[in-house]
């Protein structure tokens, strides 16, 4: 091969090296769907005021990434004391990992398993959870956001009412 083939073959390669380094980031790991958010929520009827954000993410693959972090009983509306019957919660957190992102216009059903619950982890952990979120915009005219969670086999089912926050959907 000659020194002028070579070097047309080294300018082609470092070419087409530096443009997958430049247009890799602009289209690889794009998310095809996702949800983002964090609200304030009660249960029907309000019984404790709980906390969640969720981070999710899903490729064109079908690789779903992120978690969900939850706070439950951050304020108990009845004020019960800690007893041996009711335990002191007071800093619950759980930790969900996803395994599942689906987005039907502005509803998505996220789904994953307890990974962390530093309160009652031999009741949780392991446990899958659902969620299905209903994004019904931000403006001030817009309803609340709709948050379901679904605990079964470990807890049961409940729309959750949303007291403040915000989840959008993609």
Not at 65 to 78: F, H, N, R, T
């Amino acid at each position: 091969m000659s020194a002028r083939m070579s070097g047309v073959i080294r300018v082609v390669s470092a070419t087409v090296g530096a443009l997958l380094l430049l247009l890799t980031p602009a289209t690889a790991g794009q998310p095809l769907h996702e949800v983002r958010g964090h609200a304030v929520y009660t249960l029907d009827p309000p019984a404790a005021i709980d906390q969640i954000t969720i981070n999710a993410a899903v490729d064109e693959k079908g690789v779903v990434k992120g978690s969900v972090s939850v706070w439950p009983l951050v304020y108990l509306l009845d004020l019960l004391p800690p007893t041996p019957v009711v335990p002191d919660l007071a800093g619950w957190t759980q930790v969900i990992r996803l395994t599942k992102l689906e987005v039907t216009g502005n509803v998505a059903s996220v789904g994953g398993f307890v990974i962390f619950d530093n309160r009652l982890p031999e009741l949780f952990v392991g446990c899958p959870v659902d969620y299905i979120v209903t994004d019904n915009g931000s403006g001030a005219s817009d309803a609340p956001d709709v948050l379901q969670v679904d605990l079964l086999p470990c807890g049961g089912t409940a729309v959750r009412t949303i007291l403040g926050g915000n989840f959008t959907v993609r």
